[in-house]
């Protein structure tokens, strides 16, 4: 009974012993797994936050990552808040009231479960943003359809700027009439009206925050970004002697209408003479709004009669011509559509056209009819539905006019202005390719900047009309149009006095 009793005894004293050894080889087990968790988390930080300790749960922290660097786990976020109040209260509450501050989009905060303690760190944490300017205004952003995106102070700068450059590229009387839905009435007289205009792009209005140095804080500002983009490269033009407005516009690739707009307070009529060293923005437009304007536009326009008879006279004698039926050239009245895009043209489209004059075919006798190789005189233009886009002496030393058509971006077919025969072809520098027609009566026609080589080999008689080549960008140009000529005995004489401009 007494030996039973004492083995009893020993085996309750191994077994006390044995759950002292468990309990402390767990202990030591979970403490060596939470440090090792620690070990595991442990980030490199930009300010040098240090864990202090270690927690025996996990509890939530906030890490504040500037893109993927971590800057500090925030102890305290009301504090982080109260600091960025006391910056604003300071230093923008004057010019931005009513708006918060936080932080520029790279900057963004990330909750985690985490066992270590981190050093209070947070005015650290908060002068890390503020001297490296990720601080950022509440401010209204601006999203374009096609991918654009501003922050502006206010959306009545927007709206101002915005309604700017679209009256940069219509009338404010045809703006005011459009946008009150008043019904535009047809064209009665020769001339254009804008009878209609639409931007491309949509915007979405939202809050964003942005740094100071990112936000457009006034119209002036947002109108610059419109017109020439988000960092545009500023050019400017100094006027020569002669120089027309035009004339510069073309040169530097630029509307008439966008030249004046950029220098509305040195430029206030296109006919304006314009003093020599006066400078000039001519910077590129590279606008995230496309502007389209249609307007109506009525012109006369001459109807060419068809190529005249010639008719055997056996009572002339051979190479002796008499003229039977003079020719004259018909009228009608022509109405277009015509489209532009931030004040380039795009399309045009005959919309009406009605004859006043019906064109007469001139008769003449010939002792033996052959196809002549002199030309009758009268002139056309070089081409189609074509509008002049620098005229006679536009620039120092243009004597001539360049022509572009109203469709296809300025390009299309280049015709003889009258008949003749190829007295030259081929390709420079400065005119690229060109044709020189010699009318066999003093007169001669200049044709350059075409695509190709001309169409017609040398020696060849061309019709009046006949298609000789098309326009294209060779040589010396800064956009797509002919270069006209026309020389008499040598000498450069005004075109628009023979085409009738």
Known sequence: MN???????GLILVALVASIFLGQWTDKSQNTAVSALETLEVETNVIGQ??????????????????????????????????????????????????????????????????????????EIFDYVYEE?????????????????????QVSDF????????????????????????KVPPLKTYGEQEVDFSVNESIVISKGYASIDNIYLNDVEVLNFLSFGD????????????????????????????LMSMNSDKISSEQQILAPGLELNVTEFNSPLNVVV?????????????????????????????????????????????????????????????????????????????????????????????????????????????????????????YASDRGYVASRGYDGSRGYYVVINHNNGFSTYYYHLNAPGYVPLGVTVRKGEQIGYVGMTGRTSAPHVHFEIRYNGTKVHPCKYIGC
């Open 133 to 153: 300017d990720r601080i950022a205004i509440q401010v209204p952003k601006i999203e374009f359809s096609n991918g654009a995106t501003i922050y502006v102070k």
């Open 294 to 414: 249609t307007k109506e536009r009525m012109v006369e326009e001459v109807i060419h009669p068809e190529d005249t008879i010639y008719r055997n006279d056996p009572s002339l004698r051979e190479g002796l011509t008499r003229v039977e039926v003079y020719e004259e050239k018909g009228l009608r009245d022509v109405v277009y559509k015509d489209i532009y895009v931030n004040d380039e043209p795009i399309e045009s489209n005959l919309i009406s056209s009605k004859t006043t004059k019906e064109p007469v075919r001139g008769v003449v006798l010939v002792g033996t009819y052959e196809e002549p190789r002199v030309g009758s005189g009268n002139f056309a233009w070089p081409m189609n539905n074509a509008r002049i886009i620098c005229g006679w002496y536009c620039y120092a030393g243009h004597a001539a006019v360049d022509v572009a058509s109203r469709s296809n971006r300025g390009y299309g077919p280049v």
């Open 159 to 182: 709206n101002k700027a915005r309604e700017m450059f679209i009256k940069s590229y219509i009338s404010e009387d045809a703006y005011n009439r459009l946008i009150n839905n008043e």
């Open 3 to 9: 030996r039973n009793k004492g083995i009893q005894i």
């Open 231 to 258: 960092e545009p490269e500023y050019k400017t033009y100094e006027v020569q002697e002669f120089d027309m407005i035009e004339g510069i516009a073309m040169l530097n690739a630029l509307s008439v209408n966008q």
């Open 50 to 123: 240090a864990v202090i300790g270690t927690l025996s749960s996990p509890t939530k922290v906030k890490k504040l990552y500037d893109k993927d660097q971590l800057i500090g786990v925030i102890k305290n976020q009301r504090n982080v808040e109260l600091l960025l109040q006391a910056v604003y209260e300071n230093e923008y509450k004057d010019e931005f009231p009513d708006t918060t501050l936080g932080f520029i989009d790279d900057i963004y905060m990330v909750e985690e479960l985490t066992y270590s303690e981190y050093e209070d760190m947070d005015q």
